[in-house]
């Protein structure tokens, strides 16, 4: 480690110190903490079941930046790459498009063995597994319904596709002794004013009682349920709203999802973290960056990452909140998208955690707000950039933009004859 980091780390030191933060400690808790990579930003979201099916559920990815992932072997490459460049051992996101397999298997019929790959890649990777069914860019899907379909044909398919995925997310936590988080997500939605919301929702419930009627060992496998307030084709009506879900995942003990962008574009999902946490055991979040219409920019040190990672700290919820990430940018390199907003996060929980709560909370107890502002915006300016530096460093990971060379070379080396063979072959 160079001197200067090592130096500026101590004045650092001394500098939080005076307020009863003792940095060392921060650190080994930051350690600890796990952020699900999602690996749907390598591919531009199209599995290797169904790659030539269109994008459906209102999902819709912009750009065509070259080298994206076609092959398993190839994005676990690429996410390979990232993680060597991001400070912590971390956890990956599937979805169950991603299966590894030569069968030609639908979603129903899906084993754990479709994905003794990744199972595999990720012991030796010393990573966790998290997973999600697909449902969406399936021909069950294309009129924009699933679990709560009217066709009891089609349900059904959905209600085992999600009962397989269970089972796979147990098979991951029983196999790399990290609990597996399975997040359900349906886009069911109306593009214009139902006449009868009622009916679907009662449909979804009802799935969703047969999708989780099978106790599966909480140790290896946490449920989860996602809302969404609209997407592109859902404009006038989500069957699983906010609200929808607050209820089925509090009555049934299901971890709730908070996704970031999946709100009003005015309302932020960091005031909400302390309401859900006196009601629930745990919190699935999905980190992301809503941009008007689109739910899944890349993640930046905005101010709603930084509330989001204040709320969790100061709430004491870092050990009952599971956090993933949820974006896809294929305007820019895949790669550096993951380490962009995989830093991002823990930069956000790591200031979080240097600031004075304790000082902080006592001046609004006694009413004394003028303290309580000042602190909070004094802090801003003290030497966190010190401590991260430290941080990577000690992780064996570059310290501040140097990680851009070596995706740069990355891509030349490797993302750009990716592109190049995948042209020849066409």
Known sequence: MQTSIEKS????????QKHGIDVDQVLEALEKIKVSVHCWQGDDVRGFLFQDQELTGGISVTGNYPGAARTPKQLQADMEKAFSLIPGKHKVNLHAIYADTNEKVDLDQLEPKHFQSWVDWAKEQGLGLDFNPT???HEKSSDGFTLSHPDPEIRQFWID??????????YFGEQLGQTCVTNVWVPDGYKDVPADRMAPRQRLKDSLDQVFAEEIDPKYNLDAVESKLFGLGSEAYVVGSHEFYMGYGITNNKLICLDAGHFHPTEVISNKLSSLALFTDGI??????????????????DDELMEIGRELVRNNLLETTHIGL??????INRVAAWVIGTRNTIKALLRAMLEPVEALKQAELEGDYTTRLALTEEFKSYPF???????????????REEWLAEVKTYEKEVLLKRENEAAVVK
């Open 9 to 16: 780390y101590e004045e650092a030191k001394s500098l939080y």
């Open 135 to 137: 449902c969406f860019s």
């Open 161 to 170: 596709h999600c009962i397989a995925s269970r089972k796979i997310g147990a």
């Open 284 to 301: 699935l979040l999905h980190v992301s960056r809503p941009m008007r219409w689109d739910s899944d920019h890349v993640v930046v040190m």
């Open 326 to 331: 949820d974006f896809f940018d294929a305007s």
């Open 385 to 399: 950039g010190a401590v991260w530096d430290y941080y990577c460093a000690k992780q064996g990971v570059p310290v």
